[in-house]
Structures are given as structure tokens and as C-alpha cells.
């Protein structure tokens, strides 16, 4: 699995971290990253379609990996903020981010699941992932406990900063009810949260949203 930092904007002052979806390329965030860059230091994390795959160990490496490099980004200069966008699957990196570092202010996630096994195994995307584990005999209760550490909702005791989920009720891929049991994990360990919920976009339709009006983002992430 390869990833690729981009950065966008000066070196000092706010650091936003922006983690893409599966799948996306770095032009498919030029637009809101460069956009940003006006606000914010901007690095976007852009991965191979890899970092996901039915080999759960070395899947989680990846995702440990790509965290592991955002920790020593946020812990290599002193920036007046922190905060740290994610996109379907890296909703899940931004949890596990989340929970290592205590500096971060806010946290959005766009489409998110209480846990990543959840979310692969009623994806249409991760079909043929899902298909791959049933055949190596690993089914949804077992993949959560393999990856355990790549659940949001594990661990919520270590999280910190502040939560904005942004869900979707049309959104199939990572269905709104998971979304909405997320929620409900948050509440029940009394963090600091708050829910945005579209009606009518898709999954893809709900990410895009963002890639191509910005000023949705900044809203969110500037509102006290």
C-alpha cells in the first residue's frame, strides 16, 4: 500500500488534515484542499486502492501507518489549531487519529460507521472484499473483533475535540442507520458532538457535496 501527502497552503498557523475516501485521487480534492489553503494549512492524505483489502493484518497496518505519519505531522510543529476532515473510509482513520492525539479541536466526518467491519460488510464498493472473507471463512462478528482498533466507537474514552458527524438518510454504502448508532455511542459516553443529516444525497453524492462547495466545510469547521 502506498499513500501520498499533499500539502496546500502555508506551513503555519491552523493545520487542517483532510483524510480522502477509498478509491479518490489527489485531483479529486484540488478543489476544496487548494480552496481551504486560503483558511488553513492543508495536507490531504490520498492512499492506494490497498490500504483496503481481505487481508485484515495487513489492513491494518496500512490504516496504522497512515496515522501513525498524520501523529508525527501534528507533533512537528506547534500550529495555533488542529482539526481533521475524513471521508467515508477515512472517517475511520480520523477516529483512530483522534484517539492518539489530544490536540485536536474538531473532528468531521462524513458518512462513518460504529464500526469499520460494519461498514465493509454493507458497502456495495467492498462487495467483492466481503466476498473474499466469506471464502477465508471470516464473517462480520469476527472481522469486528479483528478490527477492533479501526472502530470509532472503541476506545471513545480517548477521544477528544470536538465531533461533527455528517450522515445521509439516502446514503446505502455506509447506511445512515450505522451513522445513526454512532450517534447514539457518542451520546452514551457523553462527548462533544453534533449531527448534520441530508435528506436525499447518495454516499458518493454526500462527499461530493464538499469536494465541490468547500464553504460547506469551512462552515462547519469555523462555527463555534
Same mark, same amino acid.
Given at each position: 500500500?502506498?499513500?501520498? =501527502?499533499?500539502?496546500?497552503?502555508?506551513? =503555519?498557523?491552523?493545520?487542517?488534515?483532510?483524510?480522502?475516501? #477509498? %478509491? &479518490? %485521487?489527489?485531483?479529486?480534492?484540488?478543489?476544496?484542499? /487548494?480552496?481551504?489553503?486560503?483558511?488553513?494549512?492543508?495536507?490531504?492524505?490520498?492512499?492506494?486502492?490497498?490500504?483496503?483489502? &481481505?487481508?485484515?493484518?495487513?489492513?491494518?497496518?496500512?490504516?496504522?501507518?497512515?496515522? $501513525?505519519?498524520?501523529?508525527?505531522?501534528?507533533?512537528? /510543529? /506547534?500550529? +495555533?489549531? @488542529?482539526?481533521?476532515?475524513?471521508?467515508?473510509?477515512?472517517?475511520?482513520?480520523?477516529?483512530?487519529?483522534?484517539?492518539?492525539?489530544?490536540?485536536?479541536?474538531?473532528?468531521?466526518?462524513?458518512? +462513518? +460507521?460504529?464500526?469499520?467491519? !460494519?461498514?465493509? #460488510?454493507?458497502? #456495495?464498493?467492498?462487495?467483492?472484499?466481503?466476498?473474499?472473507?466469506?471464502? =477465508?471463512?471470516?464473517?462480520?462478528? !469476527?472481522?469486528?473483533?479483528? #478490527?477492533?482498533?479501526?472502530?470509532?466507537?472503541?476506545?471513545?474514552?480517548?477521544? /477528544?475535540?470536538?465531533?461533527?458527524?455528517?450522515?445521509?438518510?439516502?446514503?446505502? $454504502? @455506509?447506511?445512515? *442507520?450505522?451513522? !445513526?448508532?454512532?450517534?447514539?455511542?457518542?451520546?452514551?459516553?457523553?462527548?462533544?458532538? !453534533?449531527?448534520?443529516?441530508?435528506?436525499? *444525497?447518495?454516499?458518493?453524492?454526500?462527499?461530493?457535496?464538499?469536494?465541490?462547495?468547500? $464553504?460547506?466545510?469551512?462552515?462547519?469547521?469555523?462555527?463555534?
Amino acid at each position: 500500500m502506498n499513500y501520498k =501527502k499533499t500539502v496546500y497552503g502555508d506551513k =503555519k498557523g491552523k493545520l487542517l488534515i483532510i483524510f480522502s475516501h #477509498w %478509491k &479518490s %485521487k489527489p485531483i479529486g480534492y484540488y478543489y476544496l484542499a /487548494k480552496n481551504l489553503s486560503s483558511n488553513y494549512h492543508v495536507v490531504l492524505y490520498t492512499y492506494s486502492n490497498e490500504i483496503l483489502t &481481505s487481508d485484515t493484518t495487513e489492513t491494518l497496518k496500512n490504516f496504522r501507518r497512515v496515522v $501513525s505519519d498524520a501523529n508525527d505531522l501534528i507533533n512537528s /510543529k /506547534k500550529f +495555533s489549531s @488542529i482539526d481533521v476532515a475524513g471521508f467515508s473510509l477515512g472517517t475511520f482513520l480520523l477516529f483512530m487519529l483522534a484517539k492518539k492525539s489530544k490536540n485536536i479541536s474538531k473532528l468531521v466526518a462524513v458518512s +462513518s +460507521s460504529p464500526t469499520f467491519a !460494519e461498514a465493509v #460488510w454493507s458497502a #456495495w464498493s467492498t462487495r467483492t472484499i466481503k466476498k473474499e472473507l466469506v471464502e =477465508k471463512k471470516i464473517y462480520l462478528e !469476527e472481522l469486528k473483533e479483528r #478490527w477492533g482498533e479501526l472502530a470509532p466507537a472503541s476506545r471513545l474514552n480517548r477521544l /477528544k475535540g470536538k465531533v461533527v458527524l455528517v450522515l445521509s438518510q439516502n446514503d446505502y $454504502s @455506509i447506511p445512515y *442507520p450505522l451513522g !445513526e448508532n454512532l450517534m447514539i455511542n457518542l451520546e452514551v459516553h457523553k462527548k462533544d458532538y !453534533e449531527v448534520k443529516v441530508f435528506r436525499y *444525497p447518495t454516499h458518493m453524492m454526500l462527499i461530493g457535496l464538499f469536494l465541490t462547495k468547500p $464553504s460547506k466545510l469551512l462552515e462547519i469547521l469555523e462555527k463555534d
